[in-house]
């Protein structure tokens, strides 16, 4: 149980003010204490901060979450629009995409459904959050959006919820970061939303990608024959791998320039951290510096 909250923070209510013209009195007020549970319980769920304020009726916060007449990205573009207030947004960022499994128990929890788990390798219970970052060289780190996917089978038990794919999902993202007017100059993502019309779209928006793909994706190199990633990582050996150290972790790489079908000449990385050798992961991108290349995808890792 954490410690019951007296009032909210001065500080808080500092940054809470721009959002009040939104809400209405009560909404507001549900508002700030939901944003404050959310800082300072040690448990943040609606029951947990609740009780954190003493006597007060959870149905009415409930509500407040599930069921009341309040636009989620509506109240996210005030939050952005924050963000680049408060931060020196000077250099062109990088937009990572990535989605996590938030593990439920509730049986009947609305959107939830059956997901394979990134973690567990197992297809388990809940909710599969797909999930935007920004980050850039300055060190400001920031979510962009977090979007629930519901598998189409799903879609028909909560009303007309339109079935979007995990990609379209991740196109939507990357439009709205652009509309808002974040500096969004690279997208970064994990094998999953690779494809030829998902990198099409990104090259056609100006950006710069690195694209996570599988093993099975074929390349053609020196206008070869077109063989599988996988095919051609059997022929590497340790001497094709060169290495970057941080302070905390090794991190050995091979970037060999490919061509794919539909997308074009690109460069192919493959990379795992030392003591991993296991977790071989693979990217294509358009980027021609390999250090540049190989600094975004570390701080992809340490992110994660």
């Known amino acids: 149980m954490s410690l019951p909250i007296v009032c909210i923070p001065p500080v808080i209510n500092k940054h809470l003010e721009v959002y009040r013209p939104f809400f209405s009195k009560p ?10 549970g959310h800082i300072v319980c040690e448990n943040t769920t609606l029951q947990e901060i609740n009780d954190c304020f003493g006597k007060c009726e959870q149905s009415n916060l409930n509500r407040f979450v599930s069921c009341s007449a309040w636009d989620l990205d509506e109240v996210n573009k005030i939050r952005l629009n924050q963000v680049k207030n408060s931060l020196p947004l000077r250099k062109k960022g990088v937009q990572i995409i990535d989605e996590s499994l938030l593990h439920k128990t ?23 959050a797909v999930n935007s970052f920004y980050t850039d060289s300055q060190d400001n780190d920031f979510p962009i959006k977090t979007d629930i996917y519901v598998r189409e089978q799903d879609c028909s038990k909560y009303g007309n919820i339109a079935f979007k794919t995990k990609r379209e999902l991740a196109l939507e993202q990357i439009d709205f970061a652009l509309e808002n007017n974040l500096p969004v100059g690279l ?13 099409q779209k990104i090259q056609s928006k100006n950006l710069d990608f690195i694209i996570g793909v599988r093993t099975t994706t074929n390349i053609s190199i020196d ?8 095919d051609y990582l059997s022929t590497l050996t340790d001497l094709d791998f060169e290495f ?24 192919l990385v493959i990379s795992f951290m030392h003591g991993d050798e296991k ?26």
């Open 187 to 199: 997208v970064l993502v994990d094998a999953g939303y690779e494809g030829e019309k998902f990198t």
């Open 223 to 230: 206008r070869q024959k077109r063989i599988s990633i996988g």
């Open 279 to 304: 977790n071989i992961k693979c990217y294509i991108t358009n980027l021609q510096d390999d250090k540049t290349i190989i600094k975004l995808l570390i701080k992809r890792w340490r992110i994660e």
């Open 27 to 36: 909404q507001f007020s549900h508002f700030g204490r939901l944003v404050t």
């Open 106 to 128: 509730g049986p009947c929890m609305e959107l939830a459904g059956y997901h394979r788990s990134g973690v567990t390798k197992r297809i388990e219970w809940g909710h599969m």
């Open 244 to 267: 970057y150290l941080t302070k905390e972790k090794a991190y050995f790489y091979h970037i060999k320039q490919v061509s794919i079908r539909g997308i074009g000449a690109v460069k």
